[in-house]
């Protein structure tokens, strides 16, 4: 049996150049958005829910493209999936607090179901490493779950406040390290100039 040994090159500096500056602006967006999602969550949502009924209608028109295509086994059934793609594309657009709830919803019930099984795995012990954390997580995803499902619209405000702090600390993170890169790109260029 052979070992290859790889050298490891550093990356040239022409690109870490680019991509502390990359990584600046990336951090700047993002502070952008979240400064946007945190002042706007209920227009943030609704932009959200009209994406989303925008996905399904175009969704919706690709299937009935392929109900054209003489190869496609099961015509009906994409030309029926394409027809109701777009109508639910349609009512989701049209009808946009129906579609905040029904987002509420799918989250409230997959955090259920997600702190359900974490709690079952960390009581039936199948999770030997800490039982205890696994345990608070699952009570605490069953609770969120619970409040978000109880009330879906108003669950998904306070979870777009959440978010935007999420893209706000992000970004400034994301600051940090483009500044702490290109402060580590000088460093080198000085090093290997000397």
Do not use: K
């Not at 932009?47 to 099961?74: C, K, N, S, T, Y």
């Not at 777009?86 to 919803?105: D, E, P, Q, S």
């Not at 012990?125 to 619970?146: L, P, T």
């Amino acid at each position: 049996m052979t070992s290859v040994d790889y050298d490891v090159q550093p990356a040239p500096a022409s690109v870490l150049a680019g991509s502390w500056q990359v990584t600046l602006v990336l951090g700047v967006l993002t502070v952008i958005l979240g400064i946007i999602v945190g002042l706007h969550p209920s227009g943030s949502l609704n932009v959200l829910a009209v994406l989303l009924g925008i996905q399904m209608i175009l969704a919706g028109i690709f299937h009935l493209v392929r109900v054209f295509d003489q190869d496609e086994r099961h015509r009906i059934w994409v030309g029926i999936t394409g027809l109701l793609s777009i109508v639910i594309g349609v009512v989701l657009i049209r009808h946009l607090h129906l579609t905040l709830a029904i987002i509420g919803l799918v989250i409230g019930i997959t955090w259920i179901v997600q702190g359900l099984t974490a709690l079952i795995g960390g009581l039936a012990g199948g999770v030997r490493e800490g039982r205890a954390w696994w345990i608070a997580f699952g009570v605490i995803s069953v609770i969120a779950g619970i409040v978000v499902v109880a009330a879906p619209v108003s669950s998904l405000n306070v979870l777009a406040v959440l978010l935007a702090i999420c893209f706000i600390v992000m970004g400034a993170l994301e600051v940090t390290a483009g500044f702490l890169l290109r402060h580590m790109i000088h460093a080198a260029e000085m090093t290997s100039a000397q």
